[in-house]
């Protein structure tokens, strides 16, 4: 019996009492140096998709349920480890004591821990459901700026209809103003996710979904498509530049603004760009009215290509145009067979388009 009370059994095997001590002092020695080693890798603030900085209402309506479950979550842990701390003092084993009386069953604590549950989750969906309606409404506010999202593989379509423009990849928002995002999917399940300016919403074909929110920070905020959508799915990146309200109105006078005429390079460029199959997939308003791909009409303004994935630059264009596969796999756009100077014109073509 002395031996026994001496000895643990690990693994089938009988090993000296001390040693299993030894061996638990040890994990929890090593679990108190990586535990907080990986808690603080988590820590970091300013990231570009962080979903704590807030910069819109409906950011921050998502923040305030998080500190409710947050707090929600402190007390019930402190709460059980409490307890558990206690019965673990309270009822722990000493030598020569008597086995404890069984308890087989107690109504009054099974009601309890059934019902207390039950009241987290409520007091966690009363706010989260109150977010979710009115962030999701419809009908838009007086003055508000409403905007078609058309999620494709692997890039996206904002259309303008009250001001008649339409981009691609990147979205452009006054700050203090509402805006209404129409959220429909021509192809394949798509989830627009800006992390800063509020939650993910599905883009689902066949359904359309709406997001209301008020952006109040300018800025530039990098969004991802959170829908698994195929091959590209992780090269399905968007930008939204959030402008001062009269930086915005500068921004639609451009975007209004009749194109320039091309010269020198870029002219030679628009007359390849015309005579490829381009024009069977882009719009350039007044050149060519493909749908199949992005509008181009205001390219060279952009300050991204393929989704966010390069730099807007004469040589990063020149090798998408010439090898589109090479940069996003399982692109809709195929490689053309451009020569290096083909591509090039219409490189300087597209770039002159501001």
Same mark, same amino acid.
């Given at each position: 019996?002395?031996?026994?009370?001496?000895?643990?059994?690990?693994?089938?095997?009988?090993?000296?009492?001390?040693?299993?001590?030894?061996?638990?002092?040890?994990?929890?020695?090593?679990?108190?140096?990586?535990?907080?080693?990986?808690?603080?890798?988590? +820590?970091?603030?300013?990231?570009?998709?962080?979903?704590?900085?807030?910069?819109?209402?409906?950011?921050?309506?998502?923040?305030? &349920?998080?500190?409710?479950?947050?707090? @929600?979550?402190?007390?019930?842990?402190?709460?059980?480890?409490?307890?558990?701390?206690?019965?673990?003092?309270?009822?722990?084993?000493?030598?020569?004591?008597?086995?404890?009386?069984?308890?087989?069953?107690?109504?009054?604590?099974?009601?309890?821990?059934?019902?207390?549950?039950?009241? &987290?989750?409520?007091?966690?969906?009363?706010?989260?459901?109150?977010?979710?309606?009115?962030?999701?409404?419809?009908?838009?506010?007086?003055?508000?700026?409403?905007?078609?999202?058309?999620?494709?593989?692997?890039?996206?379509?904002?259309?303008?209809?009250?001001?008649?423009?339409?981009?691609?990849?990147?979205?452009?928002?006054?700050?203090?103003?509402? &805006?209404?995002?129409?959220?429909?999917?021509?192809?394949?399940?798509?989830?627009?996710?800006?992390?800063?300016?509020?939650?993910?919403?599905?883009?689902?074909?066949?359904?359309?979904?709406?997001?209301?929110?008020?952006?109040?920070?300018?800025?530039?905020?990098?969004?991802? +498509?959170?829908?698994?959508?195929?091959?590209?799915?992780?090269?399905?990146?968007?930008?939204?530049?959030?402008?001062?309200?009269?930086?915005?109105?500068?921004?639609?006078?451009?975007?209004?603004?009749?194109?320039?005429?091309?010269?020198?390079?870029?002219?030679?460029?628009?007359?390849?760009?015309?005579?490829?199959? +381009?024009?069977? +997939?882009?719009?350039?308003?007044?050149?060519?009215?493909?749908?199949?791909?992005?509008?181009?009409?205001?390219?060279?303004?952009?300050?991204?290509?393929?989704?966010?994935?390069?730099?807007?630059?004469?040589?990063?264009?020149?090798?998408?145009?010439?090898?589109?596969?090479?940069?996003?796999? @399982?692109?809709?756009?195929?490689?053309?067979?451009?020569?290096?100077?083909?591509?090039?014109?219409?490189?300087?073509?597209?770039?002159?388009?501001?």
């Amino acid at each position: 019996m002395r031996a026994s009370r001496r000895a643990g059994i690990v693994g089938g095997v009988v090993k000296p009492r001390t040693s299993v001590r030894r061996q638990l002092r040890r994990g929890l020695a090593v679990a108190g140096g990586v535990l907080p080693a990986l808690a603080a890798g988590g +820590c970091a603030w300013d990231v570009p998709q962080s979903t704590v900085i807030a910069r819109s209402d409906f950011a921050r309506a998502i923040l305030d &349920v998080y500190a409710i479950i947050t707090w @929600a979550t402190i007390g019930i842990a402190a709460v059980v480890f409490a307890a558990l701390g206690w019965v673990l003092l309270r009822y722990r084993g000493r030598p020569g004591a008597p086995m404890p009386a069984q308890v087989r069953g107690h109504t009054l604590l099974e009601i309890s821990w059934t019902i207390a549950p039950a009241l &987290v989750l409520l007091v966690i969906a009363v706010p989260t459901i109150q977010v979710v309606f009115r962030t999701q409404q419809a009908t838009a506010e007086r003055g508000a700026l409403e905007v078609v999202v058309r999620g494709w593989q692997w890039w996206w379509e904002f259309r303008y209809p009250a001001l008649d423009i339409v981009t691609a990849n990147e979205l452009h928002l006054p700050a203090g103003r509402p &805006v209404l995002l129409r959220l429909e999917g021509p192809d394949v399940i798509h989830s627009f996710w800006v992390p800063r300016l509020g939650g993910k919403r599905d883009v689902v074909p066949g359904r359309i979904n709406h997001i209301s929110l008020t952006a109040d920070t300018p800025g530039e905020y990098p969004g991802q +498509c959170a829908e698994f959508c195929g091959t590209s799915h992780a090269n399905m990146g968007m930008r939204v530049i959030v402008h001062a309200p009269d930086a915005f109105d500068r921004w639609v006078a451009a975007q209004q603004a009749p194109l320039p005429e091309p010269q020198g390079e870029a002219a030679e460029g628009r007359t390849i760009y015309a005579s490829q199959a +381009c024009v069977g +997939c882009h719009t350039i308003r007044g050149v060519s009215a493909g749908v199949l791909g992005p509008d181009l009409t205001r390219f060279g303004a952009r300050k991204t290509i393929a989704a966010g994935m390069l730099p807007s630059t004469p040589e990063n264009l020149t090798a998408w145009l010439m090898d589109p596969q090479a940069i996003k796999p @399982a692109a809709k756009m195929p490689a053309l067979g451009l020569t290096e100077a083909q591509a090039r014109a219409i490189s300087a073509y597209l770039l002159s388009l501001r």
